[in-house]
């Protein structure tokens, strides 16, 4: 029962992360009809930035400000220099793009701060709550990491459903013409989709490395994690990312748990295929089948 | 067409045999490297170029055929020849299961679900510690070169042959043996069939081809060059271990793939070329302008991200597609 416990409140607070990652996929899937697969070394390196300042004398939380603006900026960045040239053409030459992508961003992290493991802070408390004689497996930065991305999922919500931009935004992305046509300035839309996409992904780098190890290749099991949760919940709901991220992360973590570590990748591996094949449309389709 | 790539294998046959006579030992190695990598790259090419499925799971396919090569090396005694047809069998067997999944899949997805393999292969040698050796891996013993095929070398060629140069020498020959069959799968009916899945695939299966079974077959036959490059590799490092097949090997090959020009087998032999002689020459200059070596290892991941992302950006028809306009400039010429 203790075990069973901990493990289901290790796999809520992983899921909260991988929810994040997820929902920065959704949002640039339905935005351009592109899995960022270099959203993972994207967020290395404002992970890194805020691990350069925290080192240099700054707080936790300037650090943490930071990484996220400067995700924002490298997010608008790549879809305007990048991105954007591919828009419309064959989908192997986006998925490939963004393989590119990740193989430049990843040596560049690696080159500018290096290959080594270095430790990252984290402003809450890493061991777990006491409730009478036992320890439980919640940590104050656990229920830091589900606040953190409990309020980003709820901004999302605000930000598409209640304002004018958020409006446009989902119209840039529904169909490109027709909001053309309505005034809407497409191009400058998905510029912020993807800076928004990149911010949530870099919160999602900041949470994962808080009281662990950054290494350049930290997230890259996190791609994958993300990529399945966003699959899980059907590419196209960002609702379904966050529950497909939850789901994920209390199945990998019973995983861990009960058979061992090493089998995790291996497990959101089934994991995929499993959905993939029986219900390609993720586990909250709509009515309109998705070709796979 | 059989007699022309018979031809052409027997002129590479005489090019790899002075070219390797006249290499020193180092060199020799990175031409082994240059041959596994050419072996990978070329079965990619048959997959993403002509079928148009992409696969990051290449590094994943390498390693079993690293480890089967470990672990048979270790149990039987057999000819190293007939343990790598064994690599390639079990490797082929894997490919099939995978490709059954992939078959279904297209763009995005099946670039995450290859992904997620080649995430979670380095796993399994880590949980199987006892018989995969875990995190140090599987030392690969190179067996001992036969008598009378030394004896032969040193007969034509007046120097011993060292083990180094005789697995070069097998890589190659493996080489030119893998592009050949290649070469002729895909100008035959199977690559017609691959080439009309990609290009047009409900037209295909309305002119009565199996869009599954088609696309599977082009998996299992990359899977299968996979195993054979992981069988070499793991020959050339004397070592299958988990480090080894890290994710970022599966992305060179695809980015060794898209830098030799996609969907064609020499641009795969140009891109393995590229993907073992430029990291010295990148790293050397790093290291000149002061770099630590460390760093200085990332400048040739670097160039080949960049030069793979400009490719994609500056072939405005696309990459499948601009190739294929030039292959029917060829033929209407």
Known sequence: ??????????????????????????????????????????????????????????????????ALVSGLVLGALVERFVVRFVDGKAELNAVILTLGLFIVLHALAALVFGSRYRSFPAPFGLTGFRVGDTTIALTGFGVFTIAAVGVVLIGLVVLFRGTDLGLRMRAAAFDREVARLLGVRVGRMLTLGWALAALTGSLSGLLIAGGGLVHPSYLDGVVVYGFVAAVLGGLDSPAG????????????????????AELVPLAALVLLMVVLLLKPGGLFAGVRERRV | MLRGHLLGALAALVVVVLVLENSGPFLTAQFTTMAYLAIAAGGLTVLTGLNGQLSLGHGALMAVGAYSTALLLKSAVLPLPVILLLAMVITLAVGALVGVAAARLHGPYLAGATLALAVAVPGIPLFFGEALGGEQGLPVRMPDIPGPLADAAYFVTGQDLTSIRYLAYLSWLTVVLVFVLLANLSRGRVGRDWRAVRDQDVAAE????????????????????????GALMALSARL????????????????????GGLGSLTGALAGAALLTFLPPLVTGAGTDLGLSDVRAA??????????????????????AGGLRKLIHRRRTS
């Open chain 1, 1 to 66: 029962m203790q075990q069973l416990l901990t493990t289901a409140l290790t796999g809520l607070t992983l899921g909260a992360v991988y929810a994040a990652f997820a929902l920065a996929l959704v949002l640039i899937w339905r935005a351009t009809r592109i899995v960022n697969f270099a959203q993972a070394p994207m967020a290395v390196i404002t992970t890194y930035l805020a691990l350069v300042l925290i080192d240099a004398g700054w707080s936790y939380w300037a650090g943490f400000a930071v």
């Open chain 1, 241 to 260: 990312a966050v529950v497909g991220g939850v789901v994920l992360g209390l199945s990998l973590s019973l995983v861990s748990g009960y058979v061992g």
């Open chain 2, 206 to 229: 309305l002119a009565g081809i199996d869009l599954g079974r088609t696309r599977v077959r082009a998996f299992v036959v990359s899977a299968g060059c996979a195993g054979l490059a």
């Open chain 2, 240 to 259: 299958a271990a988990p480090s080894g097949f890290a994710l970022t090997l599966s992305l060179l090959l695809v980015s060794a793939v898209v830098l």
């Open chain 2, 298 to 319: 990332q400048l040739a991941p670097l160039s080949y991200g960049l030069v793979t992302v400009l490719i994609v950006l500056l072939a405005p028809a696309g990459l």
